[in-house]
């Protein structure tokens, strides 16, 4: 398997931490329960 690098910490969670920020990539509309 090739190494697998983390992005730098601006990037972790990116629209957690920007709640209107920009993502190209958009949604599916699928909700999720909170993990425990």
Not at 8 to 30: A, F, S, W
Request: hydrophobic share 25%; aromatic share 16%; charged share 15%.
């Amino acid at each position: 398997a090739k190494p697998f690098y983390y992005a730098e910490d601006d990037h972790q969670q990116y629209l957690y931490k920007n709640p209107h920020g920009y993502c190209g990539i958009g949604g599916i509309g699928v909700c999720l329960p909170p993990q425990a």
